[in-house]
């Protein structure tokens, strides 16, 4: 399983990002996928999940109505569209592939939202 996470940059306040997870290894459609954040010097923070045929989708609360989580099976590739950015979106970006009772993380991206 590989998974590898890239889009991440500097962006101001109020700014727009999409980030990319490309997968590998595994039948990407069978599985959920999920977009989980690390702010320095915090714990992880789940962002948003996405099921394996994309019918069902859940975001926290703190993203909601600005994030927007897709995939594409047929690229293999999960997506993560963020409007109207943050200062406090700062983190560490990271695909999670939940895949037979066990979890595969990609290398993460980093988002940095500031003036």
């Known amino acids: 399983v590989q998974l590898v996470e890239s889009g991440g940059d500097l962006v101001q306040p109020g700014g727009s990002l999409r980030l990319s997870c490309a997968a590998s290894?595994?039948?990407?459609?069978?599985?959920?996928m999920s977009w989980v954040r690390q702010a320095s010097g915090k714990g992880l923070e789940w962002v948003s999940h996405?099921?394996?045929?994309?019918?069902?989708?859940k975001y926290g609360d703190s993203v909601k109505g600005r994030f927007t989580i897709s995939r594409d099976n047929a690229k293999n590739t999960l997506y993560l569209e963020m409007n109207n950015l943050k200062p406090e979106d700062t983190a560490v970006y990271y695909c999670?592939?939940?895949?037979?009772?066990?979890?595969?993380w990609g290398q993460g991206t980093q988002v940095t939202v500031s003036p």
């Open positions: 290894g595994f039948s990407f459609s069978n599985y959920g």
């Open positions: 999670k592939a939940g895949i037979d009772f066990r979890d595969y």
């Open positions: 996405i099921s394996g045929d994309g019918a069902r989708i």
